[in-house]
Nanobody, 121 residues
Framework: QPQLVESGGGLVQAGGSLRLSCTFSGVTSAYHAIGWFRQAPGKWPEGVSCISSRDGRSYYADSVTGRFTISRDDAKNTVYLQMNNLKPEDTAVYSC??????????????WGQGTQVTVSS
């Protein structure tokens, strides 16, 4: 029943910006954490950012701190990832997920289909 859908990916030049959206439905209050993850070609999945709907706390990977911002709009059942100053190494498939713990580890129970982000040099 729980479903998450990502949107907003695309092709941008280095230094550009994108805003990803994650809309979800059928997610109970126990699954208060929403995380963004990415997987680049030839690399293992990486936690990018996450946020809790309970206390609003958020966390970021060292590689994106200062460039990315996560936010939520509870009325729209949507979590956003604003990505600024994009670098070629940010190129990956980005997925959002819902879980019971606000963590950058892949300890989430429900996942979206992913959206491609490509940053050219």
């Amino acid at each position: 029943q729980p479903q998450l859908v990502e949107s907003g990916g695309g092709l941008v030049q280095a230094g550009g910006s994108l805003r990803l959206s994650c809309t979800f439905s059928g997610v109970t209050s126990a699954y208060h954490a929403i995380g963004w993850f990415r997987q680049a070609p030839g690399k293992w999945p990486e936690g990018v950012s996450c946020i809790s709907s309970r206390d609003g706390r958020s966390y970021y990977a060292d590689s994106v701190t200062g460039r990315f911002t996560i936010s939520r709009d509870d009325a729209k059942n949507t979590v956003y990832l604003q990505m600024n100053n994009l670098k070629p190494e940010d190129t990956a498939v980005y997925s959002c997920a819902a879980g019971k713990v606000t963590t950058l580890r892949t300890l989430y129970d429900y996942w979206g289909q992913g959206t491609q982000v490509t940053v050219s040099s």
